[in-house]
């Protein structure tokens, strides 16, 4: 379950990495993975700061900070906009911090046999990006979609290292990922994807659960993203009109001003005890 978080007072605003640490949990309550997430949030937010990149949904880059190519692969499977000021959207903003922590917690097995095949990130990239041309159709589920094939494809690959090394390695039980609707489940790292409509293919918005609010009438999710507006909430804060990456505040399942609703799916990676 998501942590509960204070609310911040009205005119708060993180314009410091200080006081954006100050919107995230604790970070001594949370697991190995869990931290490398707070790591690079804290990393890619103070980037943002240095940078001041904006947000704009444009062809030609995939909306991360930086470029990125999977150890083992000749090629980038994630560009970075080139620009000054240089152009974020949401989903390679996710993308970007699932794969950064991802790095960092796996550390010496990174690129190993037990990872992820370098070709496969372009299949997680598919459902964070939610391809749409209709051979790809799998990929309206979005990045919790991948994370679905990305724990089959991990299974194999543990199977495959027990085959070679002629051993028995059994089932596959340092890391599961899950995919799910029920925000009680999700935990702070749990990539989130808002659907715009019931339909597969609707537009939306993904980001990065920071942890939820208790407002009384409803609850809200604190995500981090980038965004149109850098710091938006539905009853408070202060908005730049650039946007760009930052802490954005959305209302359980609220549906959106033309009445299509806003279905909230979950992407978990979890570290079994």
């Not at 995939?62 to 083992?72: I, K, V």
């Not at 960092?104 to 041309?133: A, N």
């Not at 609850?219 to 980038?226: C, E, I, T, Y």
Request: one cysteine or more; aromatic letters at 16%.
């Amino acid at each position: 379950m998501p942590q509960l978080l204070s609310i911040p007072n009205k005119e708060f605003y993180p314009d410091s990495v200080d006081k954006f640490k100050s919107l995230l949990p604790d970070p001594d309550t949370l697991d190995d993975y869990q931290y490398c997430v707070y790591e690079w949030m804290c990393k890619m937010f103070e980037e943002q700061l240095r940078r001041r990149a904006i947000y704009r949904w444009v062809a030609g880059h995939e909306g991360c900070l930086w470029t990125h190519t999977y150890e083992g692969a000749k090629k980038p499977f994630m560009k970075a906009h080139q620009g000054n000021p240089s152009w974020t959207f949401c989903t390679g903003v996710s993308l970007e911090l699932f794969y950064l922590s991802w790095k960092t917690w796996m550390g010496e097995f990174y690129g190993s046999e037990i990872d992820m095949h370098h070709d496969f990130i372009w299949t997680v990239r598919g459902h964070f990006e939610r391809w749409k041309s209709p051979p790809q159709e799998p990929y309206y589920r979005g990045a919790g979609g991948g994370f679905e094939a990305l724990q089959g494809h991990l299974e194999e690959r543990w199977k495959k290292y027990g085959e070679s090394e002629g051993e028995d390695v059994g089932s596959m039980d340092w890391v599961k990922f899950s995919h799910h609707q029920d925000l009680d489940s999700a935990r702070f790292g749990s990539v989130v994807q808002f659907r715009r409509t019931t339909g597969k293919m609707g537009k939306g918005h993904a980001a990065v659960l920071i942890g939820m609010e208790d407002r009384g009438k409803y609850r809200a999710l604190r995500v981090f993203n980038s965004n149109y507006d850098y710091a938006l909430d539905y009853n408070f804060g202060k908005v730049s009109p650039n946007g760009g990456i930052g802490v954005t505040w959305y209302q359980e399942n609220k549906p959106y001003s033309d009445g299509t609703y806003r279905a909230s799916e979950y992407g978990t990676l979890i570290i079994p005890e």
